[in-house]
C-alpha cells in the first residue's frame, strides 16, 4: 500500500517562497503522475500541477508563472515550490498519486497546512 | 480553467437515493470520459468513489453509481447511510491536458 506524507514549512511571510516535498513509500514512482493539489480554508479543491516519473510536467495555467515542480526518483521524493505567496495561497496542500494512462487520483497523502501570513 | 458547479448542498433522509450533479464545458466534461468522483469527510483527505464516469474502484459500495450527459455529469448514492454524509467532489480531464475540479457538494444526511 503506498503512502505519501507531505512536509515543508507551515508558515510563509507573504511574497516569499512556499516549498514542500512529498514523500512515497510502499511503491515505486515509475509509471506515475505525481500532483499537487490543494484546498483553501472552506473551499473546493484546485489541482496545481503534475509532473511525472520521467520529468514530464504540466501546470494550472492560472498558476503557471509562480510554479515549479520537480521529482527526484532515487530519493522517491517530490517537490512544489510556489513563488510570490499571498494570503489567498493559504490552503492545505495534498501530495497526489495518479497512474499513467488514467485520469483519476487514487492515492492521498493526510495533506499539509500552508499558513501564509506575516 | 474554472472549476465545475456543483450544487453547495442536497439533503435526503436515510434509505433516500440523491443525485449530484457537475457541470462542466465542450473542453472538459463534454470532451472526455474521464469523470471522477471523490468523497471528502471532515479534516480527511478526499477518497476515489467513481472514475472513468461510472467505474467503481474496488472497496467502494456499489450504492455509488456514475452517469454522464453531454456536459453533465452525475453522482447518485442509492440507500442513503449517514456515513454517507461527507463532501463530494468531481474532477475531469481537459482539453489542455489538466485537471479540473467541481466547486464541491454537502452531503446531508437528515
Known amino acids: 500500500q503506498v503512502q505519501l506524507q507531505e512536509s515543508g514549512p507551515g508558515l510563509v511571510k507573504p511574497s516569499e517562497t512556499l516549498s514542500l516535498t512529498c514523500t512515497v513509500s510502499?511503491?515505486?514512482?515509475?509509471?506515475?503522475?505525481w500532483n499537487w493539489i490543494r484546498q483553501s480554508p472552506g473551499k473546493g479543491l484546485e489541482w496545481i500541477a503534475y509532473?511525472?516519473?520521467?520529468?514530464?510536467?504540466n501546470y494550472n495555467p492560472s498558476l503557471k508563472g509562480r510554479l515549479a515542480i520537480s521529482i527526484d526518483t532515487s530519493k522517491n521524493q517530490f517537490s512544489v515550490t510556489l513563488n510570490s505567496v499571498t494570503a489567498a495561497d493559504t490552503a492545505v496542500y495534498y501530495c497526489?498519486?495518479?497512474?499513467?494512462?488514467?485520469?483519476?487520483?487514487?492515492?492521498w497523502g493526510q495533506g499539509a497546512l500552508v499558513t501564509v501570513s506575516s | 480553467q474554472s472549476a465545475l458547479t456543483q450544487p453547495a448542498s442536497v439533503s435526503g433522509s436515510p434509505g433516500q437515493s440523491i443525485t449530484i450533479s457537475c457541470t462542466g464545458t465542450?473542453?472538459?466534461?463534454?470532451?472526455?470520459?474521464?469523470v471522477s468522483w471523490y468523497q471528502q469527510h471532515p479534516g480527511k483527505a478526499p477518497k476515489l468513489m467513481i472514475y472513468?464516469?461510472?467505474n467503481r474502484p474496488s472497496g467502494v459500495s456499489n450504492r455509488f453509481s456514475g452517469s454522464k450527459s453531454g456536459n453533465t455529469a452525475s453522482l447518485t448514492i442509492s440507500g442513503l447511510q449517514a456515513e454517507d454524509e461527507a463532501d463530494y467532489f468531481c474532477s475531469s480531464y481537459t482539453s489542455s491536458s489538466s485537471r479540473v475540479f467541481g466547486s464541491g457538494t454537502k452531503v446531508t444526511v437528515l
Open positions: 497526489v498519486r495518479a497512474p499513467g494512462g488514467v485520469y483519476y487520483f487514487d492515492s
Open positions: 510502499g511503491g515505486s514512482m515509475s509509471n506515475y503522475y
Open positions: 509532473i511525472y516519473h520521467n520529468g514530464r510536467t
Open positions: 465542450s473542453s472538459d466534461v463534454g470532451a472526455f470520459n474521464y
Open positions: 472513468d464516469v461510472y
